[in-house]
């Protein structure tokens, strides 16, 4: 294979759940199937768990994928964001992606993907759970339809069997908070704040009241914790309580 498979992920902000309902899932699965024609884009595999879901997707223009990601992620957060009466940033670092360019590689990662809910321990069987591509494979309907599919493993692959031997751990996956992370993703929280109330950064600082907007902001709608936002903003914890007795 001379032209890169995707493994791309999209997480919560904050690790927070946002496909916790079975119509939130079946919604973003929605507009991926609609936005994916517009694009050229093939799903290759995809898990959808409580606060991401993993996608294996097949594109031969990345500016169309960053473009379908985009839109994709857009529509979504507006629907779920509508839904729940909140506002402000819904995915963490808005997706991830790593490259697959060998068919071992891009069998070890369906089986990675695949075995997500199973190392949740959400079920015991990868064919239990229900927001998979598993079951896909295993009755050769779904995802293994798309022409790339039947071009690597032809009309007849037992993917039963193919899928059986143990995968490669080696992906990428849902990492642990650490103080760089969570400062970009509280930087992006600021900038979505600043873009919905018209503020700048001199105006946050200067001013206490648009400071302690900020911070119910980060606290109650992007789910920080208080002592993450008083971490990035370089305040005092005494300056933090303050504010909070305020809010």
Do not use: W
Not at 236 to 245: E, H, I, P, Q, T
């Amino acid at each position: 294979m001379n032209t890169p498979f995707l493994h791309t992920m999209v997480q919560g902000v904050n690790k927070e759940y946002i496909f916790y309902k079975e119509e939130y899932i079946e919604k973003y699965l929605d507009i991926i199937e609609q936005n994916k024609k517009d694009y050229d884009i093939d799903i290759i595999a995809f898990c959808m768990m409580n606060n991401h879901a993993h996608f294996l997707v097949y594109t031969e223009n990345m500016n169309d994928f960053g473009k379908f990601m985009q839109k994709t992620n857009l529509q979504y957060a507006q629907m779920y964001n509508r839904k729940e009466n909140r506002c402000g940033v819904l995915f963490r670092n808005r997706y991830q992606t790593e490259p697959i360019y060998d068919r071992k590689y891009l069998i070890n990662c369906i089986k990675y993907i695949h075995n997500n809910p199973v190392k949740a321990k959400m079920v015991p069987k990868c064919e239990d759970y229900k927001y998979s591509s598993y079951n896909d494979y295993m009755k050769n309907t779904g995802v293994t339809k798309c022409k790339i599919v039947k071009e690597i493993f032809g009309n007849d692959c037992d993917f039963s069997k193919l899928f059986n031997e143990s995968y490669d751990k080696r992906f990428m996956d849902i990492e642990e908070d650490d103080k760089e992370n969570c400062n970009q993703y509280i930087l992006e929280g600021i900038r979505e704040f600043e873009k919905m109330f018209s503020y700048n950064t001199i105006d946050i600082f200067s001013k206490r009241v648009i400071l302690k907007k900020l911070v119910v902001f980060l606290k109650e709608e992007c789910k920080f914790k208080y002592v993450e936002i008083r971490d990035f903003l370089d305040i005092s914890r005494g300056a933090m309580d303050v504010l909070k007795n305020r809010i």
